[in-house]
C-alpha cells in the first residue's frame, strides 16, 4: 500500500470547516484514498473512501486532486466532538486488506 | 448497522497471568478480523490478520506463541494474552469485514480493550 503523508496537528475554531490535507504522491491506480478518525481511548471510526471523484456523506467531504496525488478531508461545521486523530490511508478495496495507519493528524476544535 | 464490540473494555492483571480479549460482530458475519496494538501516543499497529476457520497469520515481530488467536465463528474472534508482563500493557483493538462486495467488506472497528499488566 502506498504511504501517506498528513501535518502532525492542526487546529480548528469551532464552526467553522475542517481541512485536512494528505499527500500520497505514490498511489497506485487501484488504490482509495479511505479517512478514519480516531478519538481519545476509543476505536477508529471510518468516515469516508473514494477513488477519484469527490465524495460526500453525512459527516464530511473529500477532495482528490485529479492526479489524485493528494486529497483533502473536509469537515464543514467542526464541532468540539470532532477532535481527534485523523489518519488518511491509501489501499486496494479488498475486504481481506488489512489497514496501515501512519502518525496522522491531531485535530484540535478550540471554542 | 456493522457494529463491533469487544469485551472486556479494561484489564488489570498480574504478571504471568493469561487474558482474553473476545471481539465481535453484532450484526454481521466477519470472514475477516485483524487485530491492532496501539502504544500511548502512537498510531495503530497490527498484530495478527485472522480469517474464520483457519490460522491467524501474524504481522512480523509478533510472537503467534504469546498472542493467541482464535476465530472460530463468522461473529467471534478472541485474541488470548499469555504470561502477560508490563510490557504487554497496550490498547488493543479489533476491527472485522465481511464478504467482498458486500455493504460490510469495509472494516468497522471495536471500542478498544486496556491491558494494563502489573
Redesign the interface.
Given at each position: 500500500d502506498a504511504k501517506t503523508t498528513q501535518p502532525t496537528s492542526m487546529d480548528c475554531a469551532e464552526g467553522r470547516a475542517a481541512n485536512l490535507p494528505c499527500n500520497h504522491s505514490t498511489i497506485s491506480g487501484n488504490e482509495y484514498v479511505y479517512w478514519?478518525r480516531?478519538i481519545h481511548?476509543?476505536?477508529?471510526?471510518?468516515i469516508i473512501?473514494g477513488l477519484k471523484n469527490n465524495e460526500t456523506n453525512e459527516m464530511a467531504s473529500l477532495i482528490i486532486t485529479e492526479d489524485r496525488k493528494s486529497s483533502t478531508l473536509i469537515l464543514p461545521h467542526a464541532t468540539l466532538r470532532d477532535t481527534a486523530v485523523y489518519?488518511c490511508i491509501v489501499r486496494v478495496?479488498?475486504?481481506?486488506n488489512?489497514?496501515?495507519?501512519?502518525?496522522?493528524t491531531r485535530l484540535m476544535v478550540k471554542p | 448497522g456493522a457494529v463491533?464490540s469487544?469485551h472486556p473494555s479494561w484489564v488489570i492483571c498480574k504478571s504471568g497471568t493469561s487474558v482474553k480479549i473476545e471481539c465481535r460482530s453484532l450484526d454481521f458475519q466477519a470472514?475477516?478480523m485483524?487485530w491492532?496494538r496501539q502504544f500511548p501516543k502512537q498510531?495503530?499497529?497490527?498484530m495478527a490478520?485472522s480469517?474464520e476457520g483457519s490460522k491467524a497469520t501474524y504481522e512480523q515481530g509478533v510472537e503467534k506463541d504469546k498472542f493467541l488467536i482464535n476465530h472460530a465463528s463468522l461473529t467471534l474472534s478472541t485474541l488470548t494474552v499469555t504470561s502477560a508482563h508490563p510490557e504487554d500493557s497496550s490498547?488493543y483493538?479489533c476491527?472485522a469485514?465481511?464478504?467482498?462486495g458486500g455493504p460490510t467488506?469495509?472494516?468497522?472497528?471495536?471500542?478498544?480493550t486496556?491491558l494494563t499488566v502489573l
Open positions: 478514519y480516531q481511548s476509543q476505536g477508529p471510526q471510518y473512501h489518519y478495496k479488498n475486504a481481506g488489512m489497514l496501515t495507519f501512519g502518525g496522522g | 463491533v469487544q470472514t475477516t485483524f491492532y498510531s495503530l499497529m497490527l490478520t480469517n490498547f483493538i476491527s469485514s465481511g464478504l467482498a467488506d469495509e472494516q468497522f472497528f471495536g471500542p478498544g486496556r
